[in-house]
């Protein structure tokens, strides 16, 4: 298994700002796209930004200019940078990572437990 350890959610004023982690560790051979979901009560899991092992980014129109990806390959770790806040942002945010363990046949997504942000108007 690969084991994601997350950190970093709070709870913070509407245009505050925070910054979460994610380190993967478990005999892992190579991770293709790490990035972070997020699940809003009474909502579906959404994408919130991945970013692939060549730092190619994706985000979702709603954080664009807000939120910032990146990651570590050496330390196998992402962050996301969180700027400007809203209530609309107050979530569970799940790190997910594809990796591909030491003698394994493939890649597999790997999730992590969540960590709960929470932005107060």
């Known amino acids: 298994q690969v084991q994601l350890v997350e950190s970093g959610g709070d709870l913070v004023q509407t245009g505050g700002s925070l910054r979460l982690s994610c380190a993967a560790s478990?005999?892992?051979?190579?991770?293709?796209?790490m990035g972070w979901y997020r699940q809003a009560p009474g909502k579906e899991r959404e994408l919130v930004a991945t970013i692939t092992k060549d730092l190619i980014t994706v985000y979702a129109e709603t954080v664009k200019g807000r939120f910032t990806i990146s990651r570590d390959n050496a330390k196998n770790t992402v962050h996301l940078q969180m700027l400007s806040l809203k209530p609309e942002d107050t979530a569970v945010y799940y790190c997910n990572v594809r990796a591909t363990r030491f003698f394994s046949t493939g890649p597999l997504n790997y999730w992590g437990q969540g960590t709960q942000v929470t932005v107060s108007s």
């Open positions: 478990g005999r892992i051979f190579s991770i293709d796209t």
